[in-house]
């Protein structure tokens, strides 16, 4: 495999924040997955949305902050603390443009509707470019960059889809009957009783 030069500038920090950009673009899509088609309140949705990544995040940080002390048996200083928290908080800015634009639909600037669809759009689009970025390293060719962004995508787009069925199994339950099907002919059998004159026990027996 031929050695390429290592990129500089924006593209460095870019490469190094892929992990967190992916892993954020993920639960993003996870939360409003959660939330159904039509979340609530759009200021509610992005005070959820936000303290949800947040608190991953921190987890995350956290988790990372143990595992380098343990790892390497060495006393946790602020300096491990702030290596912990540069790994992490690619995470937590993904979250920043579908806050906005929740806080935008709270606003009254674009509509509740839309505010989901771009904040689904915007997060499928991170895993299309950090897949397509990773074709691109890896060989430096076209195909392997349209494969590549193909298939982060196809993540994004599988995660969009599952919210889809979840919602649609959601509403099906919703419009169930309340009573179990073992109540209901109880029911039926004691209305055809009323008003005839049967042996005594009869109703009784076919309830």
């Known amino acids: 495999m031929a050695a390429y030069p290592k990129e500089t500038g924006f593209w460095s920090r870019f490469d190094h924040s892929a992990f967190g950009i992916v892993y954020g673009a993920i639960m993003v899509l996870a939360i409003l997955m959660a939330m ?14 936000f303290g949800s990544v947040l608190a991953i995040t921190l987890a995350k940080a956290f988790a ?12 946790m200083e602020r300096a491990t603390w702030r290596s912990a928290w540069q790994h992490s908080y690619p995470t937590l800015t993904v979250a920043n443009v579908p806050t906005l634009l929740f806080c935008g639909a709270g606003l009254g600037w674009i509509d509740a509707d839309f505010a989901l669809i771009a904040a689904q759009v915007f997060a499928v689009a991170l895993l299309t470019l950090i897949g397509a970025r990773a074709g691109w390293v890896l060989d430096r060719t076209v195909i392997s960059t349209v494969l590549g962004a193909a298939f982060a995508a196809g993540v994004g787009l ?3 889809v599952l919210k889809v069925l979840i919602h649609k199994r959601s509403r099906q339950v919703a419009t169930e009957p309340v009573l179990p099907s073992i109540i209901q002919p109880s029911i039926t059998a004691f209305g055809a009783c009323q008003g005839k004159s049967v042996p005594n026990g009869t109703c009784a027996q076919r309830l």
């Open 158 to 160: 599988a995660l969009a």
């Open 64 to 75: 990372e902050f143990l595992g380098g002390a343990l790892g390497s048996g060495q006393r």
């Open 36 to 49: 159904g088609e039509h979340p609530g309140a759009p200021f509610e949705t992005a005070a959820v949305l």
